[in-house]
């Protein structure tokens, strides 16, 4: 039997844009209790309302940085005063700074890519495995990446922060084992969110050549697959899956049509 989403509580980091607000509206849609972070706080209070719109029975919203472990324990307490239990952690916050290569790139950027994408996960499953039922159904969802899998020039830092995530949700399936905590992580390749404009800096027209004239995945694909995982039947775990989109065969092979 499938495992019942209706009523339940998910908190999804990184969810004012791309993976995490599309995620938000499509576990809205299945009726669950909703807690969101991230930074921007106008963005996030739009995507709760979105989420609400498609039919969360409660969404809850609060700043989150999870690069720091003092936001994340305040975060954290402040989740407690929502509820005692969660169903569903999804650790989505994360990106990437910068496409330079190892000679040239800065400090800064490796830090800000290995802080969210690594320490913010471990820090945010930390904070929230007191909270996640030991029940037969409840998920840990951590949102990877293809460049956890394949290296690219100029993503060193940031193929190895997914890697490295890769290698969290391996040592926390094996933490979790007998817990009946579920472990996953959901790793895309090319997907036209906000992501290329966060590591470009805000350089639009560098951007959208990233998905010219090739049909990326969207946000909402994402989110219908964290959907589908969690609402597995309680016995199953989806340890991995590497999402792309057709055009995609592989990192350095990506069908883009000529202009018209
Ligand atoms: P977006 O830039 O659209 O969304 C990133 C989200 O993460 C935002 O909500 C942002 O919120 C949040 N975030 C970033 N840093 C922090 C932080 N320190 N603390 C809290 N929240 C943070 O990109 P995507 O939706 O594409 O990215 C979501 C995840 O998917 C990331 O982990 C990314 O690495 C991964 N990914 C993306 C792919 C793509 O091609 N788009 C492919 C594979 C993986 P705010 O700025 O408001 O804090
Ligand atoms: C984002 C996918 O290939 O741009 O994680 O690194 S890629």
């Given at each position: 039997m499938n495992y019942d989403l209706h009523s339940k509580w998910v908190l999804i980091t990184?969810?004012?844009?791309?993976f995490g607000a599309a995620a938000a509206r499509a576990f809205g849609a299945k009726g669950c209790r909703l807690l969101l972070g991230a930074r921007r706080l106008d963005r996030l209070q739009a995507s709760a309302e979105a989420a609400k719109a498609a039919g969360a029975i409660e969404v809850w919203h609060h700043p989150l940085d999870v690069a720091s472990t003092a936001s994340v324990n305040n975060f954290m307490a402040w989740v407690a005063t929502k509820t005692q239990g969660l169903d569903v952690l999804i650790n989505n916050a994360g990106g990437a700074h910068g496409l330079d290569p190892v000679a040239t790139a800065t400090d800064a950027d490796w830090e800000a890519m290995l802080q969210s994408n690594v320490l913010g996960v471990l820090r945010m499953t930390r904070g929230a495995l007191p909270f996640?039922?030991?029940?037969e159904g409840s998920s840990i969802i951590n949102i990877g990446s293809y460049a956890g899998h394949v290296a690219y020039e100029g993503g060193a830092a940031y193929c190895a922060a997914k890697a490295g995530e890769r290698k969290i949700t391996q040592a926390l399936r094996l933490e979790l084992s007998g817990t009946g905590i579920r472990v996953s992580t959901v790793d895309p390749g090319l997907a036209e969110t906000e992501f290329s404009l966060v590591r470009f800096k805000g350089d639009t027209a560098r951007a959208t050549k990233t998905y010219e004239g090739t049909q990326p995945l969207t946000a909402d694909d994402v989110a219908e697959t964290l959907v589908w995982i969690a609402g597995r039947?309680?016995?199953?775990?989806?340890?991995e899956l590497l999402i792309k989109c057709?055009?995609?065969?592989?990192m350095h092979k990506v069908h883009r049509r000529p202009r018209a």
């Open positions: 990184g969810a004012s844009s791309g996640l039922r030991k029940s039947p309680a016995h199953v775990n989806i340890d057709v055009d995609q065969a592989a």
